[in-house]
């Protein structure tokens, strides 16, 4: 069994390397070992440049051929990479960046932050001329870390999920064993590579010597493309969000493709109506369905085959289903799931005072708190029932309404600002805003949508907002959230 | 169908579908409206399937992207050349 996550990668290259490793819509393609030695340039580039074990590479481009080999040079170096949304605003992304403290930074050069400067427009030979790098003098981890997500913050700036080669391999190694997948297989690369969906993507796939369809972030938010590209792809795999699934069904005009080699779809992020999935599930009635479960603090954790034949007259969501054999779930008093075991992350980077509030120390194991409320269906199998705290799951993303309701009230025009979920008419969870504004004030709501842009990604920009003359308030003087959502 | 019908149809439906409050006036036709995020491109989505039905035309799953459909102007003048 590999400790590296990159070995997943080469060992098959080894196996077999003139299997296609990376595809792409344009028709440009690689296999494992062109992939290999792309992998091995940008490695002796980035040791030139004094990567170490330790570094942290923070990487903002678009899915490419490129960046799949820098991820992978980056974690043969003994380095972690950090992949940051293409769409991330400046603020925001100055906000990651000091944070992170990386010791390279690549993107566009006109993406690049004016408060680093030190830019160099030249990268090997390999790489799309378009990226550039600027090498920073970083301070080195002493973990083994394997990549950093960033994820909405409740208490402000994004928080960098940190995972471990451990924590990575723990969840490739249960995939590999839960479903019977081999290099005849074709994957899509449809989430970002900033979502840990990918993590499944890349590294199962690599593990498996299959191919990899990597779908550029614009066909992502085309579902009738999306929908011929896969179809004319043959993808055998997917694993997405319920939300993009229901764009396929509802927009994508499936029925009009070809999806005989599809296979297995796997959907995790949030809850999948049942009257979407159940018409998903009769469009590709020969295909498996599985509910897979788990914050991006845990990777997977609990997992439910979709039973067929369809229960008609079910109206509730699917459970979470049982646990995942390498962990060990408990209940709280209260309700909240926790989870110990070898996925479990080593915590945020760089804030100790959100680790102490997620992590329980229980019968000498660490359990994280999912912060999920759940309840026991058989031993050891689960059904979620809702959240403990504010968060709100929009199109898999996680959004903590505490971050937009802060954008929100930096509008100098702003008094009072609150965020709650709902579901628009075809079931897919909403943000509304409501806003109150300071005397006088006179503000559109595109001013709003313009203000929240700056500062937030698109998925965190309310959907609607209300201007209300004052926000109702609990007898304790809080903003009464239950009421606005009434 | 005449372009400003197009265009008040196009208009109704944004701001039936999206805007909580908003004034009609706010809408302007050339202002961007995926790439700033003032419509959501699942709002987008559902237009094209309405537009479809409405003016009986069928958009190719290339053309369902945002350069034909980031500004009134540009959504109208799509559905015109569809329809010639």
């Known amino acids: 069994m590999s400790s590296r996550l990159q070995h997943l990668f080469f060992d098959s290259a080894k196996k077999d390397g003139s299997h296609i490793a990376l595809a792409l819509a344009s028709g440009e393609q690689i296999t494992y070992e ?61 906000q990651i960046l000091q944070n992170l403290d990386p010791h390279a930074f690549i993107a566009y050069t006109s993406d690049f932050p004016s408060e680093i400067l030190c830019q160099q427009l030249f990268l090997t030979k390999a790489l799309n001329e378009s990226l550039s790098i600027t090498f920073l003098p970083g301070e080195n981890h002493s973990e083994d870390l394997a990549f950093i997500l960033y994820t909405s913050g409740s208490t402000g700036p994004p928080k960098g999920v940190c995972i471990t080669h451990e924590n990575a391999l723990a969840f490739t190694d249960w995939s590999l064993a839960t479903f019977s997948i081999s290099n005849k297989d074709r994957f899509s690369s449809i989430a970002p590579f900033h979502f840990d969906l990918s993590v499944f993507d890349l590294y199962v796939c690599f593990a498996c010597g299959g191919t990899l369809f990597l779908v550029d972030e614009r066909t992502t938010k085309n579902p009738r493309l999306l929908a011929e590209q896969l179809s004319k792809q043959n993808i055998s795999i997917i694993y997405t969000t319920p939300s993009l699934l229901s764009l396929l069904l509802n927009f994508g005009k499936i029925e009009k493709n070809n999806f005989s080699s599809l296979r297995m779809t796997l959907f995790a992020g949030e809850i999948f109506p049942v009257q979407h999935l159940h018409a998903l599930m009769k469009q590709w009635s020969h295909v498996s369905f599985y509910n897979l479960y788990g914050p991006t603090e845990t990777n997977v954790c609990t997992w439910f085959e979709i039973p067929k034949p369809i229960d008609e007259q079910r109206t509730e969501p699917y459970p979470i289903g049982k646990v995942c054999g390498q962990l ?20 945020y ?12 120390e229980l019968d000498g194991k660490t359990y994280y ?107 304790s003087g809080k903003i009464d959230l239950k009421k606005l959502g009434q | 169908m005449s372009q400003d019908e197009i265009r008040q149809t196009v208009r109704a ?44 035309v069928e958009f190719e799953a290339h053309e369902v992207d945002q350069d034909n459909l980031d500004t009134i102007n540009k959504i109208v003048s799509f559905v015109q050349s569809k329809m010639k």
């Open chain 1, 34 to 94: 062109a992939l290999s030695e792309l992998v091995n340039d940008f490695l002796k580039y980035f040791k030139a440049n004094g990567i170490v074990k330790g570094s942290r590479i923070a990487i903002m481009a678009p899915k490419s051929i490129s960046t799949v080999a820098i991820f992978l040079a980056t974690l043969e170096c003994g380095a972690a990479y950090i992949p940051i949304d293409i769409e991330t605003p400046k603020e925001r992304l100055n």
């Open chain 1, 328 to 347: 060990e779930a408990k209940v709280s008093e209260e309700g909240e799931l926790l989870i110990a075991g070898p996925n479990v992350t080593i915590g």
């Open chain 1, 349 to 360: 980077w760089k804030r100790p005072d959100l680790d102490l509030k997620i992590f329980w």
């Open chain 1, 369 to 475: 708190r999912t912060g999920d409320h759940v309840e026991s269906i058989h031993k050891n199998e689960y059904t979620y029932t809702g959240r403990m705290d504010r968060m709100i799951k929009k199109r898999g993303y996680r959004i903590e309404p505490e971050e937009v309701e802060a954008v929100l009230m930096q509008h100098p025009d702003v008094m009072e600002a609150a965020i709650i979920s709902d579901r628009d008419q075809d079931d897919f969870t909403i943000l509304i805003g409501f806003l109150s504004l300071r005397p006088k004030a006179e503000i559109s709501v595109i001013a709003i949508k313009e203000h929240c842009l700056s500062f937030l990604p698109s998925y965190m920009i309310p959907d609607q907002i209300y201007f209300i003359d004052s926000l109702p308030k609990t007898s």
């Open chain 2, 13 to 56: 439906f944004l701001i039936d579908n999206i805007y909580a409050g908003i004034e009609n006036a706010e809408l302007k036709d050339e202002s961007p409206l995926i790439s700033t995020r003032i419509i959501d491109s699942i709002v987008a989505l559902k237009l094209v399937s309405y537009l479809e039905e409405k003016f009986n």
